[in-house]
């Protein structure tokens, strides 16, 4: 059974600091990219980071741009989202997801197989 699941979410003061981390099961981990995903209420569901399995290259949008790292430890399945900085229009749950290698770079959400249930951050000002 493919599994992505995320922890580390929580309630953090603006100008503070989380990290997200997705266990990944059920599937070979270096074959897929991870993106993490962000949605708030009401809002569309957003790409927040990329990276590769292969080469460990990274894609940030703006928006989080020099606040937010990811990095993954492909011997235990896992990524991570460094967030740093936090703003209150961070507040969304968070998605890991996984996209085939090769596929993912752009954050577009349907080339992205399997997703994580989500993990709630609140950034309280």
């Known amino acids: 059974e493919v599994q992505l699941v995320e922890s580390g979410g929580g309630l953090v003061q603006a100008g503070g600091s989380l990290t997200l981390s997705c266990a990944a099961s059920g599937f070979t981990f270096d074959d897929y990219n991870i993106g993490w995903f962000r949605q708030a209420p009401g809002k569309e569901r957003e790409g927040v980071s990329y990276?590769?399995?292969?080469?460990?290259?990274?894609y940030y949008p703006d928006s989080v741009k020099g606040r937010f790292t990811t990095s993954s430890d492909n011997a235990k399945n896992t990524a991570y989202l460094q967030m740093n900085s936090l703003k209150p229009e961070d507040t969304a749950v968070y998605y890991c997801?996984?996209?085939?290698?090769?596929?993912?770079?752009?954050?577009?959400?349907?080339?992205?197989?399997?997703w994580g249930q989500g993990t709630q951050v609140i950034v309280s000002s």
């Open positions: 990276i590769s399995s292969r080469d460990g290259r990274t």
């Open positions: 997801a996984a996209a085939p290698v090769g596929w993912g770079q752009l954050l577009l959400i349907y080339e992205y197989y399997y």
